[in-house]
C-alpha cells in the first residue's frame, strides 16, 4: 500500500522522464505524485549573459519533458522564482505529504534543499532524496582506512572493484506512471525568464531527452575508437553528451552500463572518463570549500600569482598568438562548447604561460561553458594549475606548440576557427611566428596585423612558473621540498 496521499517531485538535474529515481520511489510510494520544476531566479538573476546557452537547453528539455510527462497522463507545474520558496509553496498548495528530489552536491544546492527540508518538516511533509547523478557518491568509494580518495588512479580502482550490475541497475517509471497527476502549467519563455532566445544551432546540439538519446547511438557506433580519437579536436571523436550529462537528460548508469558491458579498449577509456566525474563530484562532496576558490592543497591558495596587466583579457579574446589556444578559446565564445583536451592547454597555458591566478579562468569557464559542472570544472582547473587532485608534482607544463602539432598536425582545427591562418602553409600554421616576412606577405598573414604576435615566450615563461611553485613549495627557512 502507498504511504502517502500526495507526493511532488522536485525535478532539478535530471530533466528526464525515465531511469529517475526520485520520480521512481515517489511513484511507488504515493497514490499521486504531482510533477515540478523551478526556473530559480537565485542562479538565474546571477548570470552575466542574457544569451546563455544553459538557459535556452534547460528551456528546451523542460518543455520536452513536460510535454513526455503529459504523454505518460501526468505533467509538469513550471514556476519561475526562488526555488526554496516555490518548493514549499507547491507543496502546499497540491496537499502533497511528501517530497521527493535527487541529490545535488554543490554546496549552494546543498544549502538550499537544507532549508527546503526544515520548512516542510515544520509542516509535517516528509522528504526523500535519493542518488541519482553519478554511479557512485559521497562516501560510497573510500580508502581502506575509511577516508576519500585524493588521487585518480587508485580511486579509479576501488571504484571498478565496488561495481557491480546493481549499482547500474535502471530505477523504472512505467509500471507505475498511472499514478502521475495530469497537473501542468505554461513554461515561461526565455524573455520571462530575463532571457533572449539562443540558436543552439552553431554547436549542432540536439536538447532534451531525444537530443541526448540520438547523440548516445551515434557515440556507440564509435566507441570502440573512442581512445584514437578523443584528443583530436578536427575529428568527432567525443560523445558530446557532457550538457546531457550535466542537467539529466540522459542516465548516467545506462552510460556507465553500456561502457562496462562493451568492453574493448575505447569503452573502457570512455568509462574512466565518467569514473572521472564521479571523482570530482566526491571531492567536492569531502571538500566543499574547493567551490569557494580554495585550492585543494591548501598550501597554494596564497601562491603569488604575478596576474601580468592585460594577460587574462588576450586569453579570453583569443589574442594570445598561439594557434591552438586561440582557437580553444574561439571555440568557447562563439559555441559554448571547448574539446577536452583543448580544456587542459588552454587552462595550462593560462596559469603556467601566463602566470594569471588559476580562479579567474575557472570563473570564465563557469561563466562561458554550456555543460559547465562545478565538481568538474573546479577540479579540471586545479588540476591543470597543480594546485589540486593529481599524482603529477606541479612541473607538468603543456607546451602549446608541441600539443598542436601533436593534436591537430594538419592545422584543421586552427583554420577553422582561425580563418586568418587559412593559407598559412602547414609547418607555420602551430608557430606562425616562424614564417619569413616574405612568406607572411604571400599569405595574407603578416604578423602583428593580421595575427598578433606571442604574448610571451614559452620557455622563458616555463622557467617563471616553475620558480614560483618552487618558491612556494620550499619550507620556510629551507631548501625546496
Not at 520536452?64 to 526555488?83: I, M, N, P, S, Y
Not at 579562468?361 to 589540486?388: C, H, M, P, T
Not at 619569413?436 to 599569405?443: F, K
Amino acid at each position: 500500500m502507498p504511504e502517502y496521499e500526495r507526493a511532488l517531485v522536485w525535478f532539478r538535474r535530471d530533466l528526464r522522464d525515465f531511469d529517475h529515481a526520485a520520480l521512481h520511489h515517489a511513484l511507488r510510494r504515493a497514490r499521486q505524485v504531482v510533477c515540478a520544476f523551478v526556473f530559480d531566479r537565485e542562479i538565474l538573476d546571477a548570470l552575466p549573459d542574457a544569451a546563455d546557452r544553459r538557459v535556452a537547453f534547460i528551456h528546451a528539455s523542460v518543455v520536452e519533458l513536460q510535454c513526455a510527462l503529459e504523454a505518460r497522463g501526468g505533467g509538469l507545474v513550471v514556476r519561475h522564482g526562488v526555488a526554496q520558496d516555490e518548493i514549499v509553496q507547491l507543496a502546499e498548495q497540491v496537499g502533497a505529504d511528501a517530497l521527493f528530489f535527487n541529490h545535488d552536491d554543490d554546496p549552494a544546492a546543498l544549502s538550499r534543499d537544507a532549508a527546503v527540508e526544515k520548512a516542510l518538516a515544520e509542516r509535517g511533509v516528509a522528504v526523500h532524496h535519493f542518488k541519482d547523478v553519478v554511479v557512485f557518491e559521497r562516501d560510497e568509494v573510500l580508502t581502506a582506512a575509511g577516508t576519500p580518495f585524493s588521487v585518480f588512479t587508485p580511486y579509479k580502482n576501488a571504484w571498478l572493484k565496488a561495481l557491480t550490475p546493481f549499482q547500474l541497475q535502471s530505477y523504472p517509471v512505467e509500471r507505475y506512471a498511472e499514478r502521475l497527476a495530469p497537473q501542468s502549467s505554461e513554461v515561461p519563455s526565455m524573455q520571462t525568464l530575463g532571457f533572449v532566445p539562443v540558436d543552439l544551432g552553431a554547436l549542432r546540439l540536439p536538447t532534451g531527452m531525444a537530443g541526448g538519446a540520438q547523440l548516445f547511438a551515434d557515440f556507440l557506433e564509435r566507441i570502440d575508437r573512442y581512445h584514437e580519437t578523443r584528443d583530436f579536436p578536427a575529428v568527432k571523436g567525443p560523445s558530446y553528451l557532457s550538457v546531457h550529462l550535466r542537467f539529466g537528460t540522459v542516465s548516467i548508469r545506462q552510460l556507465a552500463a553500456a561502457a562496462w558491458q562493451q568492453g574493448g579498449r575505447g569503452a573502457q577509456t570512455w568509462l574512466s572518463e565518467l569514473i572521472w566525474r564521479d571523482f570530482y563530484h566526491q571531492i567536492l562532496w569531502h571538500r566543499p570549500d574547493v567551490a569557494s576558490g580554495h585550492a585543494f592543497r591548501r598550501q597554494y591558495d596564497a601562491l603569488p600569482w604575478p596576474n601580468p596587466s592585460g594577460h587574462f583579457a588576450a586569453w579570453c579574446e583569443a589574442r594570445t598568438g598561439y594557434p591552438l589556444v586561440d582557437a580553444a578559446m574561439r571555440q568557447l565564445n562563439q559555441t559554448g562548447y571547448m574539446h577536452n583536451r583543448l580544456r587542459m592547454v588552454t587552462a595550462s597555458f593560462l596559469t603556467k604561460d601566463l602566470l594569471v591566478d588559476w580562479r579567474r579562468g575557472e570563473r570564465y569557464f563557469a561563466d562561458k561553458l554550456i555543460d559547465f559542472d562545478l565538481a568538474a570544472n573546479s577540479g579540471g582547473w586545479q588540476w591543470a594549475a597543480s594546485v589540486g587532485c593529481d599524482a603529477q608534482p606541479w612541473f607538468r607544463i603543456f607546451n602549446p606548440v608541441t600539443q598542436s602539432e601533436k593534436f591537430d598536425a594538419a592545422g584543421r582545427f586552427i583554420r577553422r576557427y582561425l580563418p586568418e591562418l587559412a593559407r598559412v602553409p602547414d609547418k607555420y600554421v602551430h608557430a606562425p611566428w616562424k614564417m619569413p616576412p616574405d612568406e607572411q606577405n604571400r599569405v595574407g598573414c603578416v604578423i602583428g596585423r593580421d595575427y598578433p604576435a606571442p604574448i610571451v615566450e614559452h620557455a622563458a615563461q616555463r622557467g617563471l612558473a616553475l620558480e614560483l611553485f618552487r618558491q612556494a613549495a620550499q619550507p620556510a627557512g629551507g631548501e625546496p621540498g
